[in-house]
């Protein structure tokens, strides 16, 4: 029960001078009430008043009526509804005073009229909610109990005839996009009813495709949760990653003849395009590339890749060139051409030339040719490869072909290396120079297609050796 009293701002100071001091208190403390509020209480048709005037007998209980008023003497008529206590002690001082001088007027709210708000709708069974102070449309939305999803619904306030707004009910529910909330007064009407729609299609790479009726102002992500989410994962057979297949795969929606793309993980951009009517959501998946890859690799066959996926990594998948392969030379048949590729120097830390696959292509993987033959007295002469990204020194072919024989020696060691012309030159080196003393031009690098003898302490000579070269040539080819 709420006793709100009033006493009018002009009460002249003599007259609570001569006040038994209890009274004199009271009015101050009822004068002290009446000070403006932030939300100030207002009287209501059906609250409870009782009207007291100072010195004029015993105060008066009225129940408001419905339009407003009350009826006393010797004030007559006051519409006080809609007033605070004390605009309407005021009111009903200035009718008095005509009769009274000075008169002294006290209000008080005895009893409250009970309030409700409605809750009404075709979604929402009808009820009425006990208004307070706080009530508003969030907390009366809290307690409509619907059996559609809730963006299917829209909350619209009415009061006194007039729409003041409306909110689809999911935005209110989750305090996202909170443009529409109003504190509610006695007698409003909360409707809760279906909101508009449109009309959207969700193709097969999605959980649930099918048509959907989507409430007007659903952005993109809504809609492909509403299909379930998307289907992502690569065909069966396809050598790929599901987050590389993911990264190139794009949520399409065709409008009008019109494409628009979307990549999945770019969450703010889907939430801020508006489907309409009539879009047609799907998903855009990567071309696949089949080729084909043969030749000196460690498992050759036929693969199914991403088209554009780097030429390197389609060896990869193939474990890479054998021991006799190389990649510096790799063949690509595409329909009527030949592509040559160098993949050499990744071994040597620098940059792969990014060469993409394309369907149909056929990848030859060719022999390493790249060899240097070791003659003499070594332990095991023959050909030897020099490796993708790797140098061979005249130090490291003597560690390759067994060291030397019980006859050959370092100090003598010929390289035979053809020049511009193709005519072979022979020079000698005394490796002994480099094992014993770190001497740097004594180990020479070698190069693909040197001859390397490691004579004995006497009776070969460059000469000789030169003469030998056909021969050894010819046991090179042997050496396979």
Known sequence: MNFDSALPRNVPSGRIA???????????VAGFQAQPATNPVTIQPGDTVRVDIYGQGDPNTFT?????????????????????????????????????KDP??????????????????????NSRIEWTDNLDLRSVAYVAE????????????????????????????????????????????????????????????????GEYMLPVGSNLAQAIAHGGGALFDPPEGV???????????????????????????????LEAFEVQSGDTLSVFKPNLAKLTITGHVNVPGQQTVLEGTPLLSVIGNGGGADETGTLRDVLVLRNQEVFRVDLSNIKQGEPAEPFPVRNGDFIVIQENVQTVISLGEIARPGKYLIKDGESLTLADLVSKSGGLTEKGTFRRVMLARANEEGKFEVKTYNLDEFLKDGKLEANPTL???????????????????LQLLPTAALIGSVFR
């Open 146 to 209: 619907v059996n559609v999803q809730l963006d299917q619904l829209v909350a619209r306030v009415f009061r006194d005839g007039e729409e003041l707004g409306s909110i689809r009910l999911d935005r209110l529910l989750s305090g996202k996009e909170l443009t529409f909330n109003p504190q509610l007064k006695p007698d409003d009407v909360v409707s809760i009813i279906s909101a508009d729609q449109v009309r959207v299609w969700i193709l097969n790479s999605f959980m649930k495709p």
């Open 104 to 125: 002294v007027v006290f209000v008080t709210i005895v009893l409250r009229r009970p309030g409700y708000v409605y809750l009404v709708g075709s979604k929402a069974p």
């Open 18 to 28: 001569g006040m038994p001091s209890a009274l004199a208190l009271m009015v101050l």
């Open 64 to 100: 408001v009526l419905p339009d407003g008023s009350i009826s006393g003497t010797p004030y007559g008529r006051v519409v006080i509804s809609g007033k605070t206590v004390e605009q309407a002690a005021n009111l009903i001082r200035d009718r008095a005073k005509k009769y009274i």
């Open 447 to 465: 190069q693909p297609g040197d001859f390397v003898m490691f004579s004995p302490s006497r009776g070969i000579t460059a000469n000789t050796f």
């Open 239 to 269: 050598v790929v990653s599901d987050p590389e297949f993911r990264a190139q795969s794009k949520i399409r929606v065709t409008r009008g003849g019109k494409n628009y793309d979307f990549s999945p993980e770019d969450i703010p951009a």
